[in-house]
C-alpha cells in the first residue's frame, strides 16, 4: 500500500517535471525569457537596466507579476476545490490557448501564469515538499540527501523521509528531458505546448481519482 503511494508520487511528480520542462524550454527559445525559472528572469532583468534596455527589462519583468498571479490563483483553487484537480485543469487549458497565441511574448507571459497555478497545485511528494517547476533547490536538497546516503553518521542524518533523493533525482532528469522533448517537438509543430497540456490534463485526472490534495 505504502509503496504504491510512492510510486504514485513518483510518477506525479516525474510527469509535471515533464510538463515543465516542456513549457519553460519553449518560453525561452521562442522569446529569450524563462516561464517558470523566476531567479534567471530577476537576472536577465538586472542586466537589462544596467545595459539600459528599460523596454527589455520591462517585458522580462512582466512574467514576475503573471506567475505570481498564477500561483495566488492555484492557491485559490485549492482552497475552494479542496484538490488539485481544478488548478491543474486550468493549467492545461492556459497552455492549450497558449499554443494558438501568435506574440512570443504574449505566449510567454500565459506560460508563466500557467506555471505559476503548477507551483502551488502539488506541492508535497512522499512527504516532502518538492518544487516541479524549478530545479535550483533540487539539486541542493539531492546533494544533502547524497551526503546523508554516503556518510552514514548521525551528525548528517536526515530522515529519509524529508530527503526522498529517488525523488529528487527523478523530478531533475524529468525536467531535463521536457526541455528535449520540447525542441524535438517545435522542429515538427508549431503547437508543442499541446503536449504539456495533455500531460497535465494526465495528472489532474489521476490527482482527482486518487483524492489528492
Not at 193 to 208: K, P, Q, T, Y
Request: proline share 2%; aromatic share 8%.
Amino acid at each position: 500500500m505504502v509503496s504504491g503511494w510512492v510510486q504514485r508520487d513518483a510518477n506525479t511528480a516525474a510527469l509535471l517535471c515533464i510538463a515543465g520542462g516542456i513549457a519553460d524550454a519553449i518560453g525561452y527559445v521562442q522569446s529569450g525569457v524563462f516561464a517558470a525559472n523566476m531567479t534567471g528572469n530577476t537576472v536577465l532583468t538586472g542586466a537589462s537596466l544596467a545595459n539600459g534596455e528599460f523596454a527589455v527589462a520591462i517585458e522580462r519583468a512582466s512574467t514576475f507579476l503573471t506567475f505570481f498571479g498564477g500561483a495566488m490563483l492555484g492557491r485559490l483553487s485549492l482552497r475552494f476545490a479542496k484538490s488539485a484537480r481544478l488548478p491543474l485543469l486550468v493549467e492545461a487549458l492556459i497552455l492549450c490557448a497558449s499554443s494558438f497565441i501568435a506574440p512570443p511574448s504574449l505566449t510567454v507571459l500565459c506560460i508563466a501564469f500557467a506555471m505559476g497555478i503548477q507551483a502551488t497545485a502539488i506541492t508535497k511528494f512522499k512527504g516532502a515538499a518538492i518544487s516541479t517547476i524549478v530545479l535550483t533547490s533540487t539539486l541542493a536538497r539531492l546533494a544533502e540527501a547524497t551526503l546523508d546516503f554516503f556518510a552514514r553518521h548521525e551528525i548528517f542524518a536526515a530522515p529519509s523521509q524529508k530527503n526522498p533523493a529517488a525523488l529528487l533525482a527523478i523530478t531533475w532528469v524529468a525536467y531535463a528531458a521536457g526541455a528535449v522533448i520540447a525542441v524535438l517537438l517545435l522542429k515538427i509543430s508549431s503547437a508543442a505546448l499541446l503536449a504539456a497540456a495533455g500531460i497535465i490534463l494526465l495528472v489532474s485526472f489521476a490527482s482527482s481519482r486518487e483524492g489528492r490534495v
